[in-house]
């Protein structure tokens, strides 16, 4: 397998993975609730669908999610746990957005200088950044689900037939930055041991012509 492919095809699944990362981040269908229309007799649309940093109600209503601004003592325990969680999804993720820009930078010298030693601490530094960014998801997993185990708690089951709720394009941007990630950083490991095989081919015949 040649070098110039496997650090292209590194250089390219880093670029995608800051940009669905950065896609994610900034969109607004991570958690969707899709309410039927057929068996709802109100004048209001129901149905909403949230990001990290906003939920969209019916066709044109909109609210910042309060994460850090909220007066936590007039919060029930279940709501502090929530907004919690949702300070550490809002920290960790942009977060590892910024890892990646410097993760990219370096990647890209270590591809340049074709050194080993550097393209496995990039590969690392990917991997690393990977974690976060699953962190971020994972956190997120359960802040969804310990928000609708309350909304279950205090709607009805009649209501909860009209309901349906599922995880939407944006968080699957964020799944698919992780697994970028991870390939990036399989790619750049990949491309050491193409030039640690190169050195020892070379030595091998450097020996062989003595």
């Given at each position: 397998m040649r070098y110039g492919l496997v650090v292209l095809a590194a250089g390219f699944a880093g670029l995608l993975t800051f940009s669905l990362l950065a896609l994610a981040i900034g969109t607004d269908y991570w958690y969707i609730i899709d309410v039927n229309k057929d068996n709802h007799t109100g004048p209001d649309d129901l149905s909403s669908h949230s990001g990290l940093w906003r939920i969209?109600?019916?066709a044109n209503?909109?609210?910042v999610i309060p994460s850090f601004t909220a007066n936590m003592s007039s919060l029930s325990e279940t709501e502090k746990q929530l907004l919690g969680l949702h300070k550490v999804v809002v920290i960790i993720l942009p977060l590892s957005l910024v890892l990646l820009v410097f993760g990219w930078i370096f990647g890209?010298?270590?591809s340049l200088a074709c050194s080993p030693s550097l393209l496995v601490g990039s590969a690392s530094y990917f991997l690393f950044c990977s974690l976060f960014t699953l962190t971020g998801i994972s956190i997120y997993i359960k802040y969804s689900n310990q928000a609708m185990d309350e909304f279950q708690r205090v709607v009805s089951?009649?209501?909860l037939a009209n309901v349906k709720v599922s995880f939407g394009w944006s968080f699957a941007s964020a799944w698919l930055s992780y697994s970028l990630e991870v390939a990036t950083g399989?790619?750049?490991m990949l491309a050491a041991r193409i030039i640690q095989m190169k050195g020892h081919y070379?030595?091998?015949v450097s020996?062989?012509?003595l």
């Open positions: 969209i109600e019916g209503r909109s609210s890209l010298v270590s089951p009649e209501s399989l790619l750049l070379d030595l091998g020996v062989a012509m």
